[in-house]
């Protein structure tokens, strides 16, 4: 059984920073890639950023250079340290497999608010 439990989203303000967490079962960490996603109101889910089995990293566009994801194998969390934020990074970020199974799994999420 797939479980997801993302935790340290908050309120911050614009160039602050936060580093969110993602407590995964060893049925998804140890077999996937995984990833963050986030949704802001109104929007879409979004990827934000990728690390694959071997520690290798992707980014979107927006985020490249201010956040970073990493993970412990051994206590199979999965991390996102976001600086500089903007306002724009304001929506709950999930943490997931990637690519997403289907039926896709999914975490509650956290909120991050960030005020200008």
């Known amino acids: 059984q797939v479980q997801l439990a993302e935790s340290g989203g908050g309120l911050v303000q614009a160039g602050g920073s936060l580093t969110l967490s993602c407590a995964a079962s060893?049925?998804?960490?140890?077999?996937?890639?995984m990833a963050w996603y986030r949704q802001a109101p109104g929007n879409q889910r979004e990827l934000v950023a990728i690390?694959?089995?071997?520690?290798?990293?992707n980014y979107a566009n927006s985020v490249k250079g201010r956040f970073t994801i990493s993970k412990d194998n051994a206590k199979r969390t999965l991390y996102l340290r976001m600086n500089s934020l903007q306002p724009e990074d304001t929506a709950v970020y999930y943490c997931?497999?990637?690519?997403?199974?289907?039926?896709?799994?999914w975490g509650p999420g956290t909120q991050v608010t960030v005020s200008s």
């Open positions: 997931a497999a990637f690519p997403l199974p289907t039926p896709p799994a």
């Open positions: 060893a049925s998804i960490f140890s077999s996937s890639a």
């Open positions: 690390i694959s089995r071997g520690g290798g990293t």
